[in-house]
């Protein structure tokens, strides 16, 4: 099935716009979890089991598996495994180099790890972005608008009358031959998002910022939505895994990816 | 000492501008080491071992490291261990994500493996690349224009005049306060080389792209040190690690550093 195909089937099958980003800080687990052989394996499948029927993706970010050292490495495909397989995992590595070493990149984190798609980074420019998109059964979300403050030093330069993420829009359309390609855009940025949906109206999007960053989710929901109401993927990663720092830590990140689950579909209702 | 002197000091010690860059294709390793019990491993410490007086750094690709699975940990850790303290490392990554993240990826590269320094994307912009450069002795090169084809796609973009690269080359002095930041610029962009050493007279350049990707060594050497003749970083990788697929690789690697050193050397002796 195409990446694209994917997509919509579970975000309509789970009823859901929601991703949860699993960046596992060993400091923030829950204490009685460190006794455990693999803690933060622990911690993630965890979750996973008790809100993988309210999710379509689960993004997970690899620096905080890298921080974990050789461990990390074993941890991470378990994680992967406890992810039924019809949900969405995103490997958040936004890796970009020259095409032999974005080939190795590829091949370890869609061939070894099997990841359904990966963020990327684009500064490098076509040939490091494609061994990320040569299987049209995976996807690729490209960096366009970050949530963060520094996203304002080089992604608004405006070159040819159109700020610098514009233009990776238009390289990524161009480069969509099989399909597979997203982008990612700040939720903190809903006037960008809004102009992204427009120039990418069919293209799924990787919303990280709601949550603990701040963004604002009727405006995430009402901007980064297709006609259909879907294609968004809107990522909430410490207000729902750190939702308790108790031994009920899985139920509590359960009622905080539902209560965030039903807030974009109330708005979903209202808006598609 | 100072990331700026600790490259100084090497440079001057061993009389050479030369990064031999380790990105170990297992595909490609002499067939007798394929016994060995870390083959990759084996293959890289060898070659320090016949290289380190030729050499100011060694830069380490990561992907190639990830590529091996869990053991790629222990093997990096391994080569990391064999390349003598004097000797500058560079832990080529290019990642580039928010702040909490990035610290997470900057803690693994730089406190857990013990890089010297890394290759970092400001795509993200000030806040991505500040945990990278928070310790004065440790280095960030940032990407400015790079060697792929692909460079041409977002970094000539001009915006208020200047080329993408430019403004980066702007920021990167500016967050420079500790006077540990350098730029990555391709030997095969000998104009930007030349522009880049302009705007940023006293900062190390790392070059990739000399050897198998083509870069001139003479323009290279004329256009990327500074008013001393140092602080250019020239690196080759495939045609030095790869210069014999026999027995005699590591002697063959010897060589061919040797020579690529001498040939810097006598366009140092020409032009400065």
């Known amino acids: 099935m195409s990446f694209y195909n994917r997509l919509r089937t579970i975000q309509q099958r789970n009823n859901s716009l929601l991703c949860i980003g699993l960046d596992p800080d060993i400091a923030k687990l829950p204490p009685h979890l460190l006794n455990h052989s693999d803690p933060v394996g622990e911690f993630c499948c965890r979750i996973i089991q008790a809100t993988s029927d309210l999710v379509c993706a689960y993004k997970l970010n690899l620096a905080f598996f890298e921080a974990l050292g050789q461990q990390g490495w074993s941890t991470l495909h378990r994680v992967l495994s406890c992810i039924p397989p019809e949900i969405i995992t995103i490997g958040d590595a936004k890796r ?52 963060n403050q520094g996203a304002k030093d080089f992604q608004y330069l405006k070159a040819k009358g159109k700020p610098l993420y514009e233009h990776v829009i238009a390289k990524g359309k161009k480069w969509n031959n099989h399909k597979n390609i997203g982008f990612v855009v700040g ?27 701040g963004g604002d989710v009727k405006l995430v929901v009402r901007y980064g939505c297709d006609t259909k109401g879907e294609m968004a993927i809107i990522n ?6 750190y939702a308790s720092g108790g031994e009920g830590f899985a139920e509590a990140a359960r009622a905080a990816a539902s209560a965030m689950r039903d807030e974009m579909n109330s708005y979903r209702a209202k808006f598609f």
Do not use: C, H
């Open 96 to 147: 970009g180099d020259i095409g032999n070493t974005a080939t190795m990149y590829a091949q370890s984190l869609l061939d070894d790890f099997k990841f359904a798609s990966t963020t990327v980074n684009a500064y490098m420019g076509e040939d490091s972005v494609r061994p990320f998109i040569n299987n049209p059964e995976k996807g690729a979300f490209i960096l366009a608008v970050t949530s």
């Open 236 to 241: 909430a990663s410490r207000s729902i895994i």
């Open 187 to 213: 939720a903190t940025r809903p006037g960008q998002l809004k102009r992204v949906r427009q120039l990418a109206p069919g293209m799924p999007l990787l919303i990280p910022g709601v949550g603990a960053q």
